[in-house]
């Protein structure tokens, strides 16, 4: 079987919790985990932790990857400013790979055109944003899953995120 392969994309002020939680979690279920960012470099969270990418972002990396997850804080307004970050989302959605967003990431679903009707939850900051691109905003859940697609609300959405990951890749045949 074939290792579970997962990115995770990368800006500056990115939320800690919401990039080292799922980074080791993946790690604890066997797979390999990728930081990925528009630039290979060394990327500073919000609370001044500095982490480096491995990788750049670019839609040929969309095969690559069975999930790609999204952190929140405030590196999703940066991240969707990236052609190649919206479009490696863009191809993942319709290559049906996993993609996850917690807390503010779904901005980056939004500006890579892929909640249209689709049930997502997310940070309540930016539940207009999510409205006015067409999701069916689900205010009172912490986290949810919709087809290849599972978003969060914040840190504490988390643990039911894995869960629900876990779910669909046992439904794509990958054991974890």
């Not at 579970?4 to 790690?27: N, S, T």
């Not at 797979?31 to 990327?43: I, Q, S, T």
């Not at 055109?113 to 689900?138: E, R, S």
Request: charged letters at 30%.
């Amino acid at each position: 079987m074939e290792k579970l392969k997962v990115a995770i994309l990368v800006e500056d002020y990115f939320d800690e919790c919401e990039l080292i939680y799922p980074y080791y979690r993946f790690k604890e279920l066997g797979a390999k985990v990728d930081l990925v960012g528009p630039e290979v470099k060394e990327y500073h969270g919000k609370q001044g932790f500095k982490i480096k990418t491995s990788r750049k972002a670019s839609p040929a990396l969309s095969k690559e990857y069975d999930v790609i997850w999204i952190p929140g804080g405030y590196a999703p307004d940066r991240l969707r400013r990236y052609k190649d970050v919206l479009e490696m989302i863009r191809k993942a959605f319709e290559e049906n790979k996993i993609i996850m967003a917690v807390c503010h990431a779904p901005w980056v679903l939004i500006s890579a055109n892929v909640i249209k009707g689709k049930k997502v939850v997310a940070y309540y900051a930016i539940h207009d944003d999510v409205k006015n691109a067409g999701a069916i905003l689900l205010e009172n859940e912490k986290a949810v899953r919709d087809g290849n697609l599972i978003t969060g609300t914040d840190p504490e959405a988390m643990p039911k995120m894995f869960k629900l990951v876990i779910e669909a890749l046992k439904e794509r045949g990958i054991n974890v």
